[in-house]
T-cell receptor, first 111, second 113 residues
Framework: KQEVTQIPAALSVPEGENLVLNCSFTDSAIYNLQWFRQDPGKGLTSLLLIQSSQREQTSGRLNASLDKSSGRSTLYIAASQPGDSATYLCAVADNNNDMRFGAGTRLTVKP | DVKVTQSSRYLVKRTGEKVFLECVQD?????MFWYRQDPGLGLRLIYFSYDVKMKEKGDIPEGYSVSREKKERFSLILESASTNQTSMYLC????????????FGDGTRLSIL
């Protein structure tokens, strides 16, 4: 059974810093990996989706990488802003549309 | 843009009540999902549906049932609510072909007293 781990559980950085969030998974036979953002009391907003054949995806200040063989993905946030404060979740999907989520990293960007 | 709407943002019910959580999507998606989210546990799949009148159990179906009478609507039912079902409930939908990204509603925070 696929297990997804996100470390650290919480992270606090000063505004302007570049940062990396980590996601690891136990079964490399994935179909895609998705990074989500969740604001307090809200649902999930999809940020980036990486297909299993891809190595990375970029959107604005966000860059997500995927290394299937080592079971790892990173979400890089450049020039962080207070508005980036949220919980970031990664989720791994297999060929049967079964999606497994990590518990998330709670990010605080201090002004 | 895909819109997934959950009927209630906050709900308070009593132990033993039958509770209905409603979810509607407007993009003609075939797949719909119900998750619960608890601190430190992430999202766990309760039930999902690939088509009208079709349902499949997820990882934690006990104490829940679902109904999908129309393609756009997927209801989660707590047959007899218990305090351990206090949680954040998230509905999602996706297109049916291939393995498409899931789109989420804003969630329903349910408290069982």
């Amino acid at each position: 059974k696929q297990e997804v781990t996100q470390i650290p559980a919480a992270l606090s950085v000063p505004e302007g810093e570049n940062l990396v969030l980590n996601c690891s998974f136990t079964d490399s036979a994935i179909y895609n990996l998705q990074w989500f953002r969740q604001d307090p009391g809200k649902g999930l907003t999809s940020l980036l989706l990486i297909q299993s054949s891809q190595r990375e995806q970029t959107s604005g200040r966000l860059n997500a990488s995927l290394d299937k063989s080592s079971g790892r993905s990173t979400l890089y946030i450049a020039a962080s802003q207070p508005g980036d404060s949220a919980t970031y979740l990664c989720a791994v999907a297999d060929n049967n549309n079964d999606m497994r989520f990590g518990a998330g990293t709670r990010l605080t960007v201090k002004p | 843009d895909v819109k997934v709407t959950q009927s209630s943002r906050y709900l308070v019910k009593r132990t033993g009540e039958k509770v209905f959580l409603e979810c509607v999507q407007d993009m003609d998606h075939e797949n719909m999902f119900w998750y619960r989210q608890d601190p430190g546990l992430g999202l766990r799949l309760i039930y999902f549906s690939y088509d009208v009148k079709m349902k499949e159990k997820g990882d934690i179906p006990e104490g829940y049932s679902v109904s999908r009478e129309k393609k756009e609507r997927f209801s989660l039912i707590l047959e007899s609510a218990s305090t351990n079902q206090t949680s954040m409930y998230l509905c999602a939908s996706s297109r049916g072909e291939g393995n498409q990204p899931q789109h989420f509603g804003d969630g329903t925070r349910l408290s069982i007293l």
